[in-house]
C-alpha cells in the first residue's frame, strides 16, 4: 500500500520568519504519517528554521533544487550532502520552471537524482507537458520520454521509494486543474512506464502526485483516483488553513 503524500512547494515565498509562523500554526493539526505524509518544501534560506521548528512534529521537510555534486566551487548552489545532514527528508528536481527558467535538461535532473540518492534524500521528480503538446496530442510520448531519462540508471530499490509529480505546464499557477480523469490517465501511463522498465513491483511501489492548481476544493477527487498518490502544491500551500484542508482530505 502506498502512503499518500502531499507537498507543498513554496517556490519564491516565505522568509524564515513566516515559515516559522507557518510551522507553527499546522504542527499540531497534521494527519497521522502512516495515513498521509505532510511535506514542505521550501526555499534554501528557509531550511533550517524549516527543520528546526518542525521537529518533533508529523512535517516532512523537502528542497526545492539541488545540484548534482556535493561540495566544491560551485557559487550559489545546493549540496544533496548538506540537506541529508540537515535531516531534510526530500528534494524536488525537474520542476518546469527550472527547466524553463534555468535551463534544467533531463542530464541534469537525472545526475541530481543519483546525487540525492546517494546522499539519503529522496527526488520528488516532477515532469509534465506543455499546452503546445497537450493540445498535438504528444503528451504521453513528452512525459514517458522525460521519465525515462529520469529514471536511467537508478535501481529498482531506488525507483521504489521515489516520488514523480506529473505537472501539465498549462496547470501550473494557472487555476486551469487537469480533470481528474486527465491527471488519472497520465499517472497511470507513468506508472505503466516504471513498470516497462523495472517490475510490477516496482510500479506498484512508486508515489505519483499530480500538480497543477490543486486546492481543497478538488483534493478529494483527485485523490479518489488509483493511480494518483499525492499532490504537489503550489499557491495553495502557502497559507496555513488552506494547507490543513489538503493534507486533511481523508476527514
Ligand atoms: C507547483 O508549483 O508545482 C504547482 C503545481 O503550483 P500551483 O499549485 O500553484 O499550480
Redesign the pocket.
Known amino acids: 500500500m502506498r502512503t499518500p503524500i502531499i507537498a507543498g512547494?513554496w517556490?519564491l515565498h516565505m522568509n524564515p520568519e513566516q515559515t516559522i509562523e507557518f510551522v507553527n500554526a499546522v504542527k499540531g493539526k497534521l494527519p497521522d504519517p502512516s495515513k498521509v505524509e505532510s511535506v514542505i518544501a521550501a526555499p534554501a534560506v528557509d531550511l533550517y528554521v524549516l527543520k528546526k521548528t518542525a521537529e518533533g512534529s508529523n512535517l516532512h521537510t523537502g528542497a526545492e533544487n539541488a545540484y548534482f555534486e556535493v561540495e566544491g566551487a560551485f557559487t550559489g548552489e545546493t549540496s544533496p550532502k548538506v540537506l541529508n545532514e540537515m535531516g531534510i527528508d526530500y528534494c524536488i528536481i525537474g520542476?518546469s520552471?527550472r527547466r524553463g527558467y534555468f535551463h534544467e535538461t533531463d542530464e541534469d535532473i537525472n545526475k541530481k537524482a543519483k546525487a540525492l540518492f546517494a546522499n539519503g534524500v529522496t527526488p520528488i521528480i516532477?515532469c509534465g507537458e506543455s499546452l503546445e503538446t497537450r493540445e498535438a496530442n504528444k503528451q504521453d510520448e513528452w512525459v514517458v520520454a522525460q521519465i525515462k531519462a529520469a529514471l536511467d540508471g537508478l535501481t529498482a530499490e531506488q525507483v521504489s521509494k521515489l516520488v514523480i509529480?506529473y505537472?501539465p505546464i498549462w496547470?501550473?499557477?494557472?487555476g486551469k486543474t487537469a480533470s481528474a480523469d486527465q491527471a488519472e490517465e497520465m499517472c497511470k501511463t507513468i506508472r505503466e512506464t516504471v513498470k516497462d522498465l523495472y517490475n510490477e513491483e516496482t510500479a506498484e511501489n512508486v508515489r505519483i502526485q499530480y500538480?497543477?492548481?490543486?486546492?481543497p476544493a478538488n483534493v478529494k477527487e483527485l485523490m479518489s483516483k488509483p493511480d494518483i498518490d499525492g499532490g504537489?502544491?503550489?499557491?495553495?500551500?502557502l497559507d496555513p488553513e488552506s494547507f490543513l484542508a489538503l493534507v486533511n482530505y481523508q476527514d
Open positions: 512547494n517556490k520542476h520552471e516532477c509529480a505537472e496547470a501550473i499557477g494557472t500538480g497543477g492548481s490543486v486546492k504537489l502544491v503550489g499557491g495553495a500551500s
